[in-house]
């Protein structure tokens, strides 16, 4: 038989992330305090942050050695296995190879769980009694739920109310691993509150419900806020992907000709594709594919400029590809990709031209989710069926040149959580949202100004 899955061995697991800041021809712009106005020191950040996460949020070193803990963690999912598409690609008749990494193996269900672990392994050597978080669609708060159970840490969760709406069951995965959840905006913090004033029948929006964590966290001293996607040092974390598709691709002897994953913040983008980013800025042949929600369009249609990470203005300001920090995007089922904003390395990665991007609508995304599970059994999260769909693209354009090509993606979640989306979509109840320039327009005008340094 041809072989159509490699699995490496413990063993074989790499022992060190990578960080794609040692290697970016044009380093990061400073983040901005937003009550000063001037680039943020790691003392500033440390009320939120643990001192070990933000040395790797800042630093230049190219490898982090992952301490045995998590690896011990990582261990029970880890290595996952790089799978090839054969029945998927029979289906399109093409001469393409296509592979993805098999992140939805986690316990969670997604590729979270690579930085969930770290953080509450750095955040529990601090002495942090609890870290509060947001979530969209649901898989991170679930995934650091997860990791908090263990380490003892008692995790808090502001799911982004259209998606707790959307996905009822997300709330008992978090309830199972001990965390408690609420609807975001929710009444339990004063921005919450102040959003709910404004709109109570506000669907929420990832922006809304990182403000009210970082408020959580700011005004409890036991507690340390927590981010699944975004910032440097998660996609550091999320680089063990990348790193053991590259060991993987070696052992069937192919090398990529494009390497795709979807963006919301841009973690399981970076996972899979910064040690590959690597590879190119040294030399290697490689495309490197993003591929996002058309509703939210963040890296297609929005600004290279500083901007809020938040709603309520209280996180950082980084500059940022991004649709305005007060946008909210439509409730599309990919919760997890309707943020406003990118993550810097990825930003400057598009602004350098290192890495492409693509935005589909979300009928187009679930018709490739649906070719993908009745090919290849497996029922993709709403998230991760834009990069499907960017793969089948890619897929189809190799049968119409008649060219070989290898194209590797990061399947970076499950849909079992998601099945009330693909009821919708099956039933034709579901519909594309057109770009909301104007409502984007106005949001851009609410750009912070941060002077000389922007």
């Not at 986690?106 to 601090?126: L, M, R």
């Amino acid at each position: 038989m041809e072989q159509i899955k490699v699995f490496l061995s413990e063993a074989d697991m790499p022992r060190k992330w990578y960080n794609i800041q040692a290697d970016m021809p044009t380093p990061l712009d400073p983040p901005i305090h937003p009550a000063t106005g001037k680039p943020a020191t790691p003392e500033q950040m440390h009320a939120i942050f643990p001192m070990s996460l933000l040395e790797q949020e800042m630093s230049p070193q190219r490898f982090w050695d992952i301490p045995q803990e998590v690896l011990d963690i990582y261990a029970l999912w880890r290595p996952t296995p790089l799978m090839r598409a054969k029945r998927l690609e029979a289906a399109l008749k093409t001469p393409a190879h296509i592979y993805f990494k098999n992140e939805s193996v986690s316990p969670a269900g997604s590729h979270k769980p690579n930085t969930a672990v770290a953080q509450a392994y750095y955040n529990k050597k601090e002495g942090i009694k609890r870290l509060a978080t947001e979530t969209g669609a649901g898989q991170w708060g679930s995934a650091l739920s997860l990791a908090c159970n263990f380490f003892g840490l008692a995790c808090t969760v502001y799911m982004v109310r259209v998606s707790y709406d959307q996905k009822p069951f997300r709330k008992s995965m978090v309830q199972a691993w001990g965390a408690t959840i609420y609807p975001s905006p929710s009444d339990k913090t004063e921005a919450g509150r102040r959003f709910l004033a404004q709109d109570p029948g506000c669907p929420g929006t990832l922006g809304m419900a990182i403000t009210e964590a970082v408020e959580d966290a700011a005004t409890h001293d036991d507690t340390n806020y927590s981010l699944g996607s975004v910032l440097n040092h998660v996609c550091l974390h999320q680089s063990i992907i990348g790193e053991e598709a590259l060991k993987q691709m070696a052992v069937l002897g192919e090398w990529p000709d494009v390497v795709i994953g979807c963006i919301g913040g841009g973690s399981n983008f970076a996972g899979i594709s910064f040690p590959y980013v690597r590879e190119k800025i040294a030399g290697r042949k490689v495309r490197i594919l993003a591929v996002e929600p058309a509703s939210c369009p963040t890296v297609t249609k929005g600004p290279y400029a500083y901007d809020y990470g938040d709603t309520g203005g209280m996180a950082p300001i980084i500059k940022m590809h991004t649709l305005g920090h007060t946008f909210v995007p439509p409730g599309i089922h990919a919760g997890g990709l309707r943020y406003h904003g990118m993550a810097p390395l990825v930003s400057r990665l598009k602004e350098d031209g290192l890495i492409e991007a693509v935005a589909y609508p979300q009928l187009t995304c679930f018709e490739a989710g649906v070719l993908f599970a009745r090919t290849e059994g497996i029922i993709p999260a709403p998230e991760t069926t834009h990069a499907i769909k960017g793969a089948v693209d890619e897929a189809i354009r190799a049968r119409e040149e008649g060219k070989e090509r290898v194209i590797l993606f990061n399947l970076s979640g499950h849909g079992h959580f998601d099945m009330a989306a693909y009821d919708a979509f099956l039933g034709g109840q579901l519909k594309d949202y057109e770009y909301p320039q104007k409502l984007v327009d106005e949001a851009l005008t609410h750009l912070p100004k941060v002077g000389a340094a922007s």
